[in-house]
């Protein structure tokens, strides 16, 4: 009865600071972050809040940690595009009876942009490094998961006409994830305002705006090693339209994943002079790929053991600039 009234508030908190986020208007950064962790989720159209269950989980739901039964390690990348870089380490562990920690470390760069003043003439090029250091903690409560993060965000940005410049912050998340019964799980993740300031005397400061992300994770049993899963996540920024992202994954005898989603679905205008179908179609990302698990040595009797495998994974997202290929490479000890 506890839990359940935990929940329903949880729920109630979560629709009051909804509300709260269509308020005052806010500028972004860190805008990299956005491109996502891991090839699951980004199978999966980002529907990753209610899921959360491989090393990227700091990133998505940091609650999410503390269904691990044992270490994990993931290295991701993307495949070179514009002259852009991306890639995401991630490593998560239990420690004892403590809970499970996390470490998500993200890199992005752009490199040798041509750039132009007001006439059109050539004043060089710019590079722009920025990187993301996540570290998580989560503790189980039996049907409820909770968990936090600190995270650590640094900018460097060099342009050939006007210097070097480098910003740098810290924000936190605040992260559940509840299990409503053995088929049904939901979660929601809270990030909170933070602003990267420069080391230079410009007095320009970044603000990354409230965001808080929601989610729910069905399973349906096809048989006692194959699964169908259905994910949703509601992803809400201050003063940005409402977001949605589905996500479905076949799971066939605990060795192949084959995955589809939808990545980036306005739900709504919020008051632009635009057409909300015309949003819908140059935003919306179509999202596939699979998953493949070579398990190693023989699975352990104990009920809460964890057998050691090695896991690929793979992600295709369409884009209206193109396709983007992801790859995860992960090893469950």
Known sequence: MKIRL????IIILYCMLLQNLRGEESANTASFLKIGAG???TALGGAFVAVADDASAGYWNPAGLAQLKGPI???ADRIPEMDTNYANMAIASPIWH????GLNAIYYGVGDVATYDDNGASTGTLTDREAAVILSYAYNLNQLLLGINMKYVYQEMNAD???SYNYDGIGADMAVLFKVYEHLTVGANFHSKFKMTGDNDSGVVNE???NIQAGAHYKASISRDSLLNFMIDLNQTKAYPLMLHFGTELILYDTLALRVGLDDLYAETNGANIDHLDLIKHNAKPTIGLGLKWK???NSTEPDSNQSAIIFDYALSIEKLGMKN??????QF
């Open 296 to 298: 190693i040595g023989k």
């Open 39 to 41: 090839a699951k989720a």
């Open 6 to 9: 935990l929940f329903f508030s």
């Open 98 to 101: 403590f809970g499970v920690i």
């Open 326 to 331: 992801f790859f995860t490479l992960a090893y």
């Open 161 to 163: 006409d006007v210097g």
């Open 208 to 210: 990354s705006p409230i």
């Open 73 to 75: 390690i993931s290295l």
